[in-house]
T-cell receptor, first 117, second 114 residues
Framework: AQKITQTQPGMFVQEKEAVTLDCTYDTSDPSYGLFWYKQPSSGEMIFLIY??????QNATEGRYSLNFQKARKSANLVISASQLGDSAMYFC??????????????FGKGTRLSVIA | KAGVTQTPRYLIKTRGQQVTLSCSPISGHRSVSWYQQTPGQGLQFLFEYFSETQRNKGNFPGRFSGRQFSNSRSEMNVSTLELGDSALYLCASSQAGQGADTQYFGPGTRLTVL
């Protein structure tokens, strides 16, 4: 069964610094997708970035990039030049794409990021 | 394009009552998924609807049910509410709900059961 592990319950980062949020996953399906979402205190989940298991390059979206290490089954989110507005919960999620085309997203427990001025 | 909307945003009910939550997906999206988020259990998948059919179901009791209408709007119903049903209920929509399709979430409905 697919599983997502986020080992950092909380992290602090200085404004303008870069920060890496860890995510490891487990699946026996060779085809899968990895997603990162941000959840501010308002509650809405905001999609940040996607990485497919067969993508040759690491995904990037503005200040967000994904450090994808397939052999280690890790998909760490890197936020560059942190801003105060980045303070939020961050969730890593995965969906298996191969054996069954429409498996639901499975989420990790999340990491609470606090950006300090 | 308007985002996913959920109504109501906040709800207070008492044990034994039932509740209906509503979700309007992004225009053109045909898949709607529901999730329950609690501090203890995190985000848990409830069910997914596509073209008015339930396509996937999570491990929740039968008190939790849902449906989808022809315009892709979806409702979920919880009957005989229990204290443990207090949670943030999130709805997400996507075009087809498969593969690399990205799910876009609404602001959630915060349900408190007293």
């Amino acid at each position: 069964a697919q599983k997502i592990t986020q080992t950092q319950p909380g992290m602090f980062v200085q404004e303008k610094e870069a920060v890496t949020l860890d995510c490891t996953y487990d699946t026996s399906d060779p085809s899968y997708g990895l997603f990162w979402y941000k959840q501010p205190s308002s509650g809405e989940m905001i999609f940040l970035i996607y990485q497919g298991s067969y993508d040759q390059q690491n995904a990037t979206e503005g200040r967000y990039s994904l450090n994808f290490q397939k052999a280690r089954k890790s998909a760490n989110l890197v936020i560059s030049a942190s801003q105060l507005g980045d303070s939020a919960m961050y969730f890593c999620a995965m969906r298996e794409l191969g054996y069954s085309g429409n498996t639901p997203l499975v989420f990790g427990k999340g990491t609470r990021l606090s950006v300090i001025a | 394009k308007a985002g996913v909307t959920q109504t109501p945003r906040y709800l207070i009910k008492t044990r034994g009552q039932q509740v209906t939550l509503s979700c309007s997906p992004i225009s053109g999206h045909r898949s709607v998924s529901w999730y329950q988020q609690t501090p203890g259990q995190g985000l848990q998948f409830l069910f997914e609807y596509f073209s008015e059919t339930q396509r996937n179901k999570g491990n929740f009791p039968g008190r939790f049910s849902g449906r989808q209408f022809s315009n892709s709007r979806s409702e979920m119903n919880v009957s005989t509410l229990e204290l443990g049903d207090s949670a943030l209920y999130l709805c997400a929509s996507s075009q087809a709900g498969q593969g690399a399709d990205t799910q876009y979430f609404g602001p959630g409905t915060r349900l408190t059961v007293l």
